[in-house]
């Protein structure tokens, strides 16, 4: 049996696992904060954790990155996309007059939203909702919480208190909830890059649909143009990146490290060659993974 750390039962997390492991035998480690889940595997309680680390509408989620490489070292041993479809979860009853609520049929344009009076979420998956909240929640009070799942099961935990949650539709179905709007989020397609991170490789039962490595590169200081030479490797190997972003090293003021996806196996006799060209320039070179990655698939998922 595989154990894997993940944030709490209900969110998106938990949502993206079961999509691309479902279908093996796992044990799901779920824990309230994000530090706990590396935690969980860099102390060997468990074999992996998952770990989102970019969101198309709010961009990495640097906090995660930032403990990838400063607080572990746990390779990345697979990269999955799975959309981030959050919800305006509470009770419908609560937001209906007294003559509403005893009628069995139900719809959006019947509830009063403002009988809420707070929303909680993970600030991630509010952010990922801002239009849906000012247009129709203006006077609510908002508060972060650690996760989507949290927020839903405070939620369920305070009734008739005018509180909602945004979070997902199993989060809602875990804690007897109602979804009283769907898919309030910006942007249809609102996606979430995750991780596996692990000491050893993962087989899933789908086919890849590429590989990627991703590598952390800190450069030398005295090297005028350094960072034209590191890019100048990939380039004339005609190497793919598909993510460059540069994080403060935490270690000098304006000193930086860049993080590089490169769209190639680590085995690669040209990523080889490029990471000995730039090292040669005095610059430090990182492994953070190489592993395969599965786009997120409509007709794949539903199959």
């Not at 799901?28 to 530090?35: F, L, P, T």
């Not at 945004?166 to 995750?194: C, P, V, W």
């Not at 730039?278 to 007709?299: D, M, T």
């Amino acid at each position: 049996m595989i154990r894997i750390a993940a944030l709490p039962s209900g969110s998106v997390s938990h949502e993206a696992l079961l999509h691309i492991l479902g279908d093996q035998p796992i044990e799901i480690v779920h824990h309230k904060m994000i530090a706990d889940v590396f935690l969980s595997t860099a102390q060997g309680k468990t074999d992996y954790s998952v770990i989102p680390i970019e969101n198309t509408i709010e961009g990495s989620v640097t906090l995660h990155m930032d403990w990838l490489v400063h607080e572990v070292d746990i390779p990345m041993q697979l990269e999955w996309v799975y959309p981030s479809i959050q919800n305006l979860i509470g009770r419908r009853d609560e937001l209906r007059s007294a003559g509403e609520a005893s009628s069995s049929v139900s719809s959006e344009s019947e509830l009063d939203y403002s009988r809420i009076h707070k929303v909680l979420s993970h600030p991630v998956a509010m952010a990922q909702c801002h239009q849906f909240i000012r247009s129709t929640l203006p006077a609510a009070e908002l508060e972060h919480v650690g996760s989507t799942a949290e927020a839903v099961q405070m939620v369920s935990q305070n009734p008739g208190q005018g509180l909602a949650a945004i979070g997902t539709s199993l989060g809602a179905q875990k804690y007897g909830l109602d979804i009283l709007a769907e898919r309030i989020t910006d942007h249809n397609n609102n996606h979430t890059r995750f991780v596996l991170i692990g000491n050893r490789p993962i087989t899933v039962k789908k086919e890849a649909d590429h590989v990627k490595t991703s590598m952390l590169i800190t450069l030398s200081e005295d090297y005028a143009g350094a960072l034209h030479q590191v890019l100048a490797a990939f380039s004339w190997r005609k190497l793919n990146l598909s993510r460059i972003e540069s994080r403060p090293t935490k270690k000098k003021l304006g000193n930086y490290y860049f993080y590089i996806d490169v769209l190639a196996s680590q085995d690669s006799v040209l990523i080889k060659a490029a990471m000995e060209e730039i090292q040669a320039l005095g610059c430090q070179v990182r492994v953070l993974g190489s592993y395969p990655c599965y786009e997120y698939n409509l007709a794949r998922a539903k199959s």
